[in-house]
């Protein structure tokens, strides 16, 4: 049973991250209209204050484990909640992030994502949408930075199992790039959907870098396995059993 006081605690932390991106996002506009530095600037200060007042008002505490990347490399992370989004953001120095196309089009986060370089991709054409996305990342290979992809192309909630999709061996293999796989839990305490906080350690952890020169299938497979058992560890210790069916549905 959810606690009520809690559930009021998080509505209003949810509250006031929405009118903390308003507020941001109005205020550095001038800044990022100039200047990618300053929509990074603007986004970099809304995760350092989602993340704290997230510590404080509904209890839940981050971490970054493993070698954050830096320079050029891909990395494939697992993606439970908006709050991998922001901790991965704020660990990282450059990033920028493969999205839904229609993503772009929403007030604040749109127009920053532009301005930081985000790329675009239409999920429903499949294969013309993969190539789309491999020519926008190429045509911003000029802008160094850390390309974030979430392998499974949506968020997963804690236990459930989706398909790892064949966008990210595309982009390791035209991109010769190292990949930096990156499990999580952060689901555990921030669902996909819902109002509902739960107090705990939400842990991002970066993994070993896997270098160019595998073959995609190899590449594949290797990279679900380690990105699902790591996850499954991490939301093990934060007491949750992905392997039970009734937590799993």
Same mark, same amino acid.
């Given at each position: 049973?959810?606690?009520?006081?809690?559930?009021?605690?998080?509505?209003?932390?949810?509250?006031?991250?929405?009118?903390? %991106?308003?507020?941001?996002?109005?205020? +550095?506009?001038?800044?990022?209209?100039?200047?990618?530095?300053? $929509?990074?600037?603007?986004?970099?200060?809304?995760?350092?204050?989602?993340?704290? *007042?997230?510590?404080?008002?509904?209890?839940?505490?981050?971490?970054?484990?493993?070698?954050?990347?830096?320079?050029?490399?891909?990395?494939? $992370?697992?993606?439970?909640?908006?709050? @991998?989004?922001?901790?991965?953001?704020?660990?990282?120095? &450059?990033? !920028? +992030?493969? =999205?839904?196309?229609?993503? =772009?089009? *929403?007030?604040?986060?749109?127009?920053?994502?532009? !301005?930081?370089?985000?790329?675009?991709?239409?999920?429903?054409?499949?294969?013309?949408?993969?190539?789309? =996305?491999?020519?926008?990342? $190429?045509?911003?290979?000029?802008?160094?930075?850390?390309?974030?992809?979430?392998?499974?192309?949506?968020?997963?909630?804690?236990?459930?199992?989706?398909?790892?999709?064949?966008?990210?061996?595309?982009?390791?293999?035209?991109?010769?790039?190292?990949?930096?796989?990156?499990?999580?839990?952060?689901?555990?305490?921030?669902?996909?959907?819902?109002?509902?906080?739960?107090?705990?350690? /939400?842990?991002?952890?970066?993994?070993?870098?896997?270098?160019?020169?595998? &073959?995609?299938?190899? +590449? =594949? $497979?290797?990279?679900? %396995?380690?990105?699902?058992?790591?996850? @499954?560890?991490?939301?093990?210790?934060?007491?949750? @059993?992905?392997?039970? /069916?009734?937590?799993? /549905?």
């Amino acid at each position: 049973m959810k606690n009520p006081v809690q559930w009021l605690r998080s509505a209003v932390f949810l509250l006031q991250m929405y009118l903390a %991106m308003l507020v941001l996002g109005l205020l +550095f506009a001038p800044w990022a209209a100039v200047s990618p530095k300053g $929509a990074r600037t603007a986004c970099k200060s809304y995760a350092r204050w989602v993340l704290w *007042t997230a510590r404080w008002m509904v209890g839940i505490q981050t971490e970054v484990r493993g070698q954050v990347p830096s320079g050029e490399v891909i990395v494939a $992370a697992k993606h439970q909640s908006f709050l @991998d989004i922001l901790i991965i953001f704020n660990a990282v120095p &450059s990033a !920028r +992030f493969i =999205m839904k196309r229609e993503l =772009m089009w *929403t007030p604040v986060i749109g127009v920053y994502a532009k !301005r930081l370089g985000c790329v675009p991709v239409n999920r429903g054409r499949r294969g013309s949408a993969i190539a789309k =996305m491999v020519k926008d990342v $190429a045509a911003q290979s000029r802008e160094p930075g850390q390309l974030i992809i979430y392998s499974q192309g949506t968020r997963v909630a804690p236990g459930a199992r989706k398909p790892y999709k064949i966008g990210t061996a595309v982009l390791y293999e035209g991109l010769s790039q190292p990949c930096v796989p990156a499990a999580t839990n952060v689901g555990v305490f921030w669902p996909r959907k819902g109002i509902y906080r739960k107090p705990g350690l /939400a842990v991002v952890e970066f993994l070993e870098p896997m270098q160019p020169g595998s &073959s995609r299938d190899d +590449f =594949m $497979a290797q990279l679900e %396995m380690r990105v699902e058992s790591r996850s @499954d560890d991490l939301m093990r210790e934060a007491g949750f @059993d992905p392997g039970t /069916a009734e937590q799993r /549905a």
